[in-house]
T-cell receptor, first 114, second 114 residues
């Protein structure tokens, strides 16, 4: 049981490039989330999903897109990367909605945009 | 505008003593509160939670206290151990619409000195 896995662990992008951050969970959780954590700050919700085919915006969705074609996978797409997107990205999943139950986090992807 | 505030960026405590981490919130709609613990290069892990209908929740060495009138909660760790050295995030959510979104504080870095 791997929990929540994220790839890649590290990535450096040039301004204007695009990439997809991968997230997979093997706990059969309906709810999945993408957060970003900037240095010295708390985590901010980018997008979330309540099940396959259903996604919605969080607090900071601009510059990102998501899809949820299966229960297991929740990729995050960055289009036209900007330096402001330099951050650590965490994917999480839970069996109940949002904060009402424990969220399980992946190890994170450290992204630098230069 | 920070809705969840952890005003102490860091805290040092001797092994065996009590660690007290504090958190204040401003949004009256928050009614469920959680603490997450994060080690370097890992994702956050759930520690303990409390509903607004309670004023205390205990789990082993960890106790969370909630003072709704003061919009304040605290996490007590007794006795503190070197393995408790990590960043602790306070998070809050409402149980109605918007309960998908956890609002995190900036975190407090706890150092337990052997």
């Amino acid at each position: 049981n791997a929990g929540v896995t994220q790839t890649p662990k590290f990535r450096i992008l040039k301004i204007g490039q695009s990439m997809t951050l991968q997230c997979t969970q093997d706990m059969n959780h309906n709810y999945m989330y993408w957060y970003r954590q900037d240095p010295g700050m708390g985590l901010k919700l980018i997008y979330y999903s309540v099940g396959a085919g259903i996604t919605d915006k969080g607090e900071v969705p601009n510059g990102y897109n998501v899809s949820r074609s299966t229960t297991e996978d929740f990729p995050l797409r960055l289009e036209l990367a900007a330096p402001s997107q330099t951050s650590v990205y965490f994917c999480a999943s839970s069996s109940v909605a949002g904060g009402l139950g424990e969220q399980y986090f992946g190890p994170g992807t450290r992204l630098t945009v230069t | 505008d920070q809705q969840v505030k952890q005003n102490s960026p860091s805290l040092s405590v001797q092994e065996g003593r009590i660690s007290i981490l504090n958190c204040d919130y401003t949004n009256s709609m928050f009614d469920y509160f959680l603490w997450y613990k994060k080690y370097p290069a890992e994702g956050p892990t759930f520690l303990i939670s409390i509903s607004s209908i309670k004023d205390k929740n205990e789990d082993g060495r960890f106790t969370v206290f909630l003072n709704k009138s003061a919009k304040h909660l605290s996490l007590h760790i007794v006795p503190s151990q070197p393995g408790d050295s990590a960043v602790y995030f306070c998070a809050a959510t409402g149980s109605g619409a918007g309960s998908y979104q956890l609002t995190f504080g900036k975190g407090t870095k706890l150092s337990v000195i052997p």
